[in-house]
């Protein structure tokens, strides 16, 4: 079988090799195996992490902005409604929908 690719060498810690010990022995497999395995698997997730962490601080901005468009809706049914003042519309929404 012809080998393709380069060999790494890197420490570890004696506690963080034991642990890759018995990880290995789990899984019937060697700890060159394992960290191999592990790091092919980290680099492949990573982007996809990343994705999901951009993804996750988009739908923070918008779930800001709706709160915002909903204090206004609100502010303004109860103002057109005739049921209270700008002034007291715009304190109920603060209340109810927390700092917007």
């Known amino acids: ?7 790494i060498a890197f ?12 990880a ?3 899984r019937a497999s060697t700890v ?5 395995d592990s790091l092919l698997f ?13 993804k996750m601080a988009n739908m923070e901005s918008e779930l800001s902005e ?3 468009d909903l204090a206004v809706a609100t502010q303004a049914i109860l103002v057109t409604a005739g049921k209270v003042s700008p002034e007291e519309a715009e304190k ?8 917007v």
């Open 1 to 7: 079988m012809e080998k393709t690719g380069k060999v």
């Open 66 to 68: 709706l709160r915002r």
């Open 42 to 54: 980290s680099l492949s997730t990573e982007s996809e992490l990343h994705k999901m962490v951009l």
């Open 32 to 36: 060159n195996d394992l960290a191999r």
């Open 11 to 22: 420490r570890l810690p004696v506690e963080a090799l034991e642990q890759a010990e018995e």
């Open 24 to 26: 290995a022995k789990r």
């Open 92 to 99: 109920f929404a603060r209340e109810k929908l927390g700092k």
